[in-house]
């Protein structure tokens, strides 16, 4: 019995000496001394692994049940059991620490093979694929600078496709939309990275008011645009057909779809007709996954894209310049705008920007700045709502500011007016502290007219033209007619006489007003 004590003891020491070799082997060693069938009639079989663990997981088990069968039974040291303790202190060789059950995990090197080991779209074959293949590979300065562009949001668009279960194929969309552009802007007035028209951003819930269009921000526009590709994706069943919806309107492909069902012709994307660039649209993402694919047959070398978050975002408890809230994360202004694109204007509200993103390094430092800030104020500017229609000359007075400086600040155009309940952003008086309120920075809009203008027209009295007809026509009280041309309502006129009245006419827009209803379709043309 000592000496079995002893050998117990003995292999306690082992399995406590073995911890320090490394996680790998504790693992191992660990399993042996704590299922080693100490007093087990059954030595090892010949030719297997002496570790227990692996060689009898149910020995225990058994012995445990011969225990339970008879408790007061003395233990008996055996021949057989000294073995099974003596094979269990065998010195560990190299290939015992090997086991079979650990996974060797391959990580991707990068972005680029994260993307292409998701790619699950069936490939698109046609000319125009082999011709948009070759305009990308004689461009390499065009692919740099996109992809170069593309490092800061990539990772979390991957992320996002992956946690979806969507190909990530799509990761490369941006590319075709927008060159990974935040600040694009097309001439159908779409916006963003993913080029969202301004209707159907809304449906999507993306913000476009005053002081921010969510249509630019990064996370914002990328789950509403991968929201709108899976509706796509469950309407046509096909990846190929969702993305010409993207880009043509689900309306205008289900009544592709339609007419060659009616003609009794294919439905396929190839098979549709539909405009030059939706037609253009699927075969410019197949020629970005066939480069991105295999780089090196096409003699293109992609920027480095690491495969670790670039940003990430902090919360946002105050109004803030954009300046300033740079300057704290200590972070080129360019850099802060690229990763914050949704602020068009110059400062950020907390209320309805409750978040901004940093690089991942910077992040800390901003909190830290912030929190440590003994500046005047963090805000230079505020919003202000006008209280009744006003000229913008006249609204510039109550705030005190140039009309010049007001017009720039808040893009207004020349020859409109201010309506009541509009939202403009103002200088911040050294007054005031709070902070504008939710319901201003999500709903606030700067709400234009035409400023009515007046010039004066002469004509002739006919034979049936009376004060009474000459009011109703003009528009103009028979009073005012007669005190514009120096007359008396009483006067007599004579026909051939000549009268000079005020007419309204409209301004001519110009510029970018806000409140102009343009015909839009779902997409960009």
């Known amino acids: 019995m000592e000496e079995h004590i002893l050998k117990f003891h003995h292999l306690n020491a082992h399995c406590s000496k073995t911890l320090a070799s490394g996680v790998m082997v504790v693992a191992l060693t660990l399993s042996a001394c704590s299922t080693v069938p100490l007093y087990n009639d059954q030595a ?30 003395p233990v008996a040291a055996s021949p057989n059991a000294t073995r099974a303790v003596n094979s269990a202190l065998s010195p560990l060789s190299q290939t015992d620490l090997v086991s079979p059950q650990v996974t060797h995990l391959n990580l991707p090197a990068d972005l680029w093979e994260r993307i292409r080991r998701g790619f699950a779209m069936p490939a698109l074959e046609s000319d125009l694929v082999l011709e948009r293949q070759q305009w990308y590979a004689a461009r390499p300065e065009y692919l740099t600078r996109a992809t170069e562009r593309s490092n800061k949001y990539l990772y979390y668009i991957v992320q996002a496709l992956e946690e979806r279960k969507m190909p990530t194929e799509l990761a490369l969309l941006p590319f075709v939309e927008s060159a990974f552009n935040p600040q694009a802007v097309s001439s159908a007035k779409a916006s963003g990275m993913w080029q969202f028209m301004p209707k159907t951003g809304k449906n999507f819930a993306l913000q476009q008011n005053a002081f921010r269009d969510d249509r630019r921000d990064v996370m914002a526009s990328t789950q509403a645009a991968l929201d709108y590709l899976q509706k796509l994706h469950g309407q046509f069943g096909d990846w190929h057909l969702a993305l010409a919806a993207y880009n043509w309107g689900e309306g205008n492909v289900a009544r592709a779809i339609a007419k060659n069902q009616r003609l009794g012709a294919n439905t396929g994307y190839l098979d549709l007709n539909m405009p030059m660039e939706t037609r253009m649209y699927v075969p410019k ?14 003699g293109v070398t992609l920027s480095d894209a690491p495969n670790h978050p670039y940003f990430q975002s902090v919360p946002l408890t105050r109004d803030i310049d954009v300046s300033l809230a740079a300057k704290l994360a200590e972070v080129a202004l360019e850099d802060f705008k690229a990763l914050n694109p949704s602020a068009s204007r110059p400062v950020l509200l907390a209320a309805g920007t409750p978040q901004i993103l940093l690089p991942w390094d910077n992040a800390e430092v901003f909190q830290k700045n ?25 609204a510039a007075k109550r705030i005190g500011m140039s009309e010049g400086e007001l017009r720039a600040l808040n893009a207004i155009p020349p020859k409109m007016l201010i309506k009541a309940g509009s939202a403009l952003l103002v200088p911040r008086g050294l007054k005031k502290e709070e902070d504008v309120t939710q319901k201003v920075a999500d709903q606030g809009q700067l709400e234009l007219a ?33 005190a514009l041309n120096h007359l008396s309502p009483h006067d007599k006129l004579k026909p051939g006489q000549t009268l000079s009245v005020e007419v309204s006419v409209k301004a001519t827009r110009s510029g970018p007003a806000k409140n102009h209803k343009s015909a839009e379709r779902t997409r960009k043309a």
Do not use: H, M
Request: glycine share 2%; proline share 7%; aromatic share 8%.
């Open 44 to 73: 090892p079989t010949s030719g297997t692994s002496t570790n227990p663990a692996l060689t009898a997981p149910n020995s225990k088990t058994s012995a445990d049940a011969s225990a339970r069968k008879s408790p007061s039974a």
């Open 450 to 482: 035409p400023e009515i203008i007046t010039k004066r027209v002469s004509f002739k009295v006919s034979k049936k033209d009376s004060w009474s007809t000459l009011s109703k026509r003009y528009k103009v009280s028979i009073e005012q007619l007669a």
């Open 285 to 298: 993402l197949q020629a970005l996954v066939n480069i991105v694919a295999r780089p090196q047959v096409f």
């Open 370 to 394: 912030f929190e440590a800030y003994s500046g005047t104020r963090l805000a230079s500017w505020t919003a202000w709502i006008a209280p009744t229609t006003l000229k913008v000359a006249d």
